[in-house]
């Protein structure tokens, strides 16, 4: 069980090759500095539930993964891994907390005779995105644990 784990965290991280590629073709002495932009854009984008989903993200997709190359490959699948069922949750909850918590920030401390339409749909957008990022891992999750993807 210890080793299939594994190899789904592995998988999952082959994820984040193509964008190692992409800032690979920085010079190297810009390479940091664009590592701490993009951090910080996608930091910006969907908040701060971003970075523990992106965790839960890892795990799932590579699980996902895995049995969509065991599948291929005609190989039996490992059984269900226990931390399935609480990553799909937290990968919602995380979802729901970075909306409620965009909402919050997009409205704390505005006045009645301040309200911008511009400022507050982007702050919806950006803690609508967190929602999506949460129900879009969930979704992978519930692929992988089918029972479909436990049989060769």
Do not use: H, K, N, Y
Request: glycine letters at 12%.
């Amino acid at each position: 069980m210890r080793r299939a784990s594994s190899l789904a965290l592995g998988l999952g991280a082959l994820l984040v090759l193509p964008v190692v590629a992409w800032l690979a073709g920085a010079e190297p002495e810009t390479l940091p500095l664009r590592l701490v932009v993009g951090a910080a854009a996608a930091l910006e984008s969907v908040g701060w539930v971003l970075w523990p989903q992106l965790l839960v993200a890892v795990g799932v997709v590579g699980l996902a993964l895995e049995r969509l190359l065991r599948g291929l490959a005609g190989t039996p699948a490992v059984p269900t891994p226990g931390w399935l069922e609480p990553a799909i949750e937290s990968a919602l909850l995380l979802g729901m907390l970075g909306t409620v918590s965009g909402m919050v920030s997009g409205f704390a401390g505005l006045r009645a005779d301040e309200l911008a339409p511009a400022p507050l749909l982007q702050a919806l957008g950006r803690a609508l995105r967190s929602s999506l990022v949460g129900f879009s891992i969930a979704l992978v999750g519930v692929w992988a644990r089918s029972p479909a993807t436990e049989t060769a």
